[in-house]
């Protein structure tokens, strides 16, 4: 996520609003979110010749991923039998919005209901939290990896929460298509009325961290082919420049997702020193700061132009003294870096404080003298807990009230 804040007038308090979903025949998978290759095996399970399933699935993609179309008939260049074919055998319906959130400063926060899947417990489907953040120069949407995180980090509400499954990719790039639908960031969208969102003619969503709730180098194979269809010029079209994937330190990973995936990388870093890094990110046990840095120094592509960012919680009274900062400083040495400090997004039960703003800055301008551009992340959406560190929040309360509100509604 980045630090500029959109200047805005004041907003009405926070708003939450049940959605309803978009439905599909039961048992019918969505084509929203698929790779070229899962579009074109079911083109071929549907019937479709194998001479023309890279033609049509290259028709789909244009349809799906360009224009944001919600129903088959609107595929102009699609043959009505072909169309007919597809609407008997798939849906192109999104994950539902089971709540959403607005911020004061422009921030929204959607709860997404993800469709039944067997990995889900208990039978329940999934739900996954993801933030648009609307900024001067860029829209930036977080997404979501895994349903839960196994991390712990003692400082993130989402490590509260027990890990329930992987998101597969096509639930990932659903998170994706879902911002756009409700932004209204397609050919000819309607944009959103409360002036929070960039004008129409701007491409509202700009930029995708993998900063959601999960860790997504143990969801590697699914980031990497939601990267890649995200990345697609033909469709969603987002420079992979554009889109940022942070690990906590899955350091045997960080290769192939540098090969594969060719993103940015972001590293929670926390903590100069393994002792306190052990207690805040618990994996640095299995992977410490030295091994850490290491894999960082070979990252695939890093470079001055490609530089990895670390992300810096500031703690009050923890790490945020000017040893940590010099310190900070000297670990880096060598690597194209720039370091966010992020200032503690408090959330229920959360037993640290946020270091006081002349900490922040007076450890700013310790890293900014060494030579590295530390910009302090302005928190952003803390009114409805949709900040860094803040996401699971309360997943079940928002939904239980949605549920309640639409009741209400009925009953009206």
Not at 180 to 187: A, F, I, M, V
Not at 220 to 242: C, F, H, I, P, Q
Not at 366 to 381: H, K, Q
């Amino acid at each position: 996520m980045t630090s500029t804040l959109l200047s805005t007038a004041p907003q009405a308090p926070p708003v939450l609003s049940d959605v309803a979903p978009a439905a599909g025949a039961a048992g019918q998978p969505s084509l929203v979110g698929m790779t070229r290759d899962g579009l074109a095996a079911h083109l071929r399970a549907i019937g479709v010749p194998e001479r023309e399933t890279r033609m049509r699935a290259a028709q789909l993609w244009h349809w799906i991923y360009h224009r944001g179309i919600s129903r088959f008939d609107e595929m102009t260049n699609v043959g009505k039998a072909l169309r007919e074919r597809l609407a008997d055998t798939a849906t192109l319906a999104r994950p539902e919005v089971v709540a959403e959130q607005v911020s004061t400063d422009g921030t929204r926060k959607w709860v997404v209901r993800m469709a039944a899947s067997p990995a889900d417990r208990g039978g329940r489907p999934a739900e996954i939290e993801c933030v648009y953040i609307p900024e001067a120069d860029r829209g930036t949407l977080c997404v979501s990896s895994q349903v839960g995180c196994t991390l712990t980090c003692t400082f993130c509400h989402t490590g509260t929460q027990r890990l329930v499954r992987n998101l597969t990719a096509a639930e990932i790039v659903a998170q994706l298509v879902v911002a756009r639908d409700r932004l209204g960031d397609w050919p000819g969208g309607t944009r959103p009325s409360d002036g929070l969102v960039p004008a129409a003619g701007e491409r509202a969503v700009t930029n995708v961290v993998f900063m959601g709730m999960g860790e997504p180098l143990y969801n590697l194979d699914n980031v990497v082919d939601a990267v890649d269809v995200m990345a697609d010029g033909e469709g969603l079209t987002l420079s992979r420049r554009r889109i940022t994937v942070s690990t906590s330190g899955v350091v045997p990973d960080m290769p192939a997702l540098g090969e594969r995936a060719g993103a940015m990388l972001a590293v929670s870093l926390h903590a100069v020193r393994d002792e306190l890094r052990n207690e805040l990110v618990p994996l640095n046990r299995r992977y410490p700061i030295a091994a850490l840095l290491q894999a960082c120094r070979d990252y695939p592509g890093v470079s001055n132009a490609r530089r990895i960012t670390f992300e810096y919680v500031m703690l009050k009274g923890v790490n945020d003294s000017d040893a940590d900062a010099r310190e900070l400083v000297r670990l880096l040495r060598g690597i194209p870096a720039k370091i966010n400090l992020i200032p503690f997004n408090p959330w229920p039960g959360a037993t640290y404080e946020c270091s006081s703003w002349e900490r922040i800055q007076r450890f700013s301008d310790i890293v900014f003298r060494a030579g590295y551009a530390s910009p302090v992340r302005t928190p952003r959406g803390r009114d409805i807990l949709a900040a860094c560190g803040q996401l699971k929040s309360a997943t079940e309360k928002l939904s239980a009230r949605a549920r309640m509100m639409a009741a209400e509604t009925a009953e009206a």
